[in-house]
């Protein structure tokens, strides 16, 4: 085997598959903060996390190249921050406590291994601003055609039940905290704006939209959900409670079929553009009901009125179909 | 959109991208059984999961298209029981009892749901051999162009304290439970005797293969590792222990490292074929140390002894190097 020039700097491993495993993750590890809760990080086969009040809740969420991202539009920092962003506010849907992640990355030999740290940096910024104490306490690398981030993340319910998608009762005020529709007109413009002739991501452009519209294109490749908000709904005493992940109306249908309630927004409360408001995917705001004269606790508003017509949803009591985005309707097939 | 015939069974939607997110989903989870330790299973934002003695443990493992698997040799069925014993066996190997798994899965769209069903069952029937009273309690489903399982497991250490890597002292006894080299074995055989003329997994030879060696090709394909033997371990008074996924002589380097011991293998200990023994990856036995004079718990093999040479490797006292697998030096970068 050829030995590189270690003297010189351009000769040293660059790509993951010149590094290997190891060495890959050697470079990832340090650029994360410990967790709170871990009683045991990365490092062994198997993290160790505290759960103090006997339970623990979890979810899991990939992000994919091509359906999910593409990397002529997401720097590795934003693909991490994101993919932390999405998993917090699951967690925090559920009214817990976001305390620790882990993450499985697959990556393609030839990624410069700066993707890596870049998607580590990531992780623990987003981490940092959205769940502070929360952390990465263990993870894999392995190989792949396509980019692809696996994250689990974790939270401490802190003593109270879950705020499920099944307690909203008629009569119930409808809230929601977060951006309505930011995610999708960042993507539309991206799309619009932010291609080649032959219709391709292009960083170039990319880049210049960035600069004209940097709070649209930051809800949809680096969102700022609002996490705490999950904690406080449940606090607050939220009835029902998701994260608003595929666009308001379908994710309201969700609470509306488990609950066995009509769900009628108020068209005056969603903003000027009410369709793409109800439509718009991947604002991951919470979308939650609580009894009627309940202080809403911050920054949630009030959207609509939770009625008996179970399974329907409404604007201003006129009836509505759900829309919203589904990764095998939205996806061309192109790896991004 | 065109409204297919419904009561013509070969109009029914058949692959991921035709059926859409929600409803493969609905064809996978009925599959799934409840895990004993569930408080609140799939179906919403996240799960809630029991964490009796206020911790939990838990590994992530990514299984990818083309560097783990190929489907010309694998049955869905055997992706999904591979998945759950990998991650199960390093859940086992912290000396906890495994609990629930949450599975994420990216395929692409031109993918036969049966697919996915037969993955749904291999998880299933995976986790009631290895580890009954586990179960799945959440995923996730989305597109990508190669298929992608990633599995997060999680372990109950019953008020134990881990068994970590870095415990060993020199006298103590190395033990084994499980295959050596039977995986590796598997493989070779599969790259040799189950592929075409131009080198590609050929399913048909693959099954011929399988009538003529079904321990070893089970072994690769669909492992069943001494998961019960880890709790064992940790009761029996293990001072270290791993799960041997890339080759006895790389992971119990592992060990030597992180505890600052040599490890001297007897040769006449592991078989026939020492190099073949040493090196195979993926057996997933356990690798553990304990005090000398333990009686070793079912089924761990006395293999070898701990040393004071930090770090190194021996056989019958001759130092060796380790070597195993390693995602980015093992994968040609075809898809499979």
């Not at 030995?3 to 351009?10: C, F």
């Not at 697959?106 to 992780?123: Q, T, Y």
């Not at 959205?130 to 692809?148: E, I, M």
Request: net charge negative; hydrophobic share 50%; aromatic share 4%.
């Amino acid at each position: 085997m050829h030995e590189p020039d270690r003297t010189d700097p351009a000769a040293l491993p660059r790509t993951v598959g010149e590094l290997g495993e190891d060495a890959a993750l050697a470079r990832i590890l340090p650029r994360l903060r410990p967790a709170d809760a871990a009683i045991l990080g990365p490092g062994d086969d198997a993290a160790v996390v505290a759960a103090a009040d006997g339970r623990f809740v979890v979810t899991t969420d990939l992000m994919v190249q091509g359906p999910d991202f593409r990397l002529a539009w997401s720097t590795p920092f934003e693909l991490g921050w994101k993919a932390a962003a999405t998993n917090l506010t699951d967690v925090a849907a559920m009214g817990a406590r976001p305390t620790a992640l882990v993450v499985a990355i697959a990556a393609p030999p030839s990624l410069d291994a700066s993707v890596l740290e870049g998607i580590a940096d990531g992780l623990r910024e987003g981490l940092s601003a959205l769940a502070p104490g929360a952390g990465v306490v263990g993870g894999d690398l392995t190989a792949s055609a396509v980019l692809t981030i696996a994250v689990t993340a974790f939270g401490d319910l802190e003593g109270r039940s879950p705020v499920t998608r099944s307690g909203a009762r008629p009569g119930d005020v409808v809230a929601h905290a977060g951006a309505r529709g930011d995610a999708a007109r960042g993507l539309a413009l991206l799309f619009g704006e932010a291609t080649d002739a032959a219709g391709e991501p292009d960083a170039a452009a990319a880049e210049a939209l960035r600069a004209r519209h940097p709070e649209l294109v930051a809800a949809q490749l680096a969102p700022s959900p609002p996490v705490a908000a999950g904690v406080a709904a449940a606090i607050g005493g939220a009835t029902a409670m998701l994260d608003v992940s595929d666009g308001l109306a379908r994710d309201a249908r969700r609470i509306a079929q488990a609950s066995g309630v009509g769900i009628d927004f108020t068209a005056a409360a969603l903003g000027p553009d009410v369709r793409l408001a109800l439509a718009g995917g991947e604002d991951h705001g919470l979308l939650a009901t609580f009894p009627a004269g309940t202080a809403l606790p911050e920054p949630f508003e009030r959207i609509g009125i939770v009625t008996d017509a179970a399974g329907r949803l409404f604007v201003d009591g006129v009836a509505i179909d759900s829309a919203g985005w589904d990764p095998y309707s939205g996806w061309d097939g192109r790896s991004g």
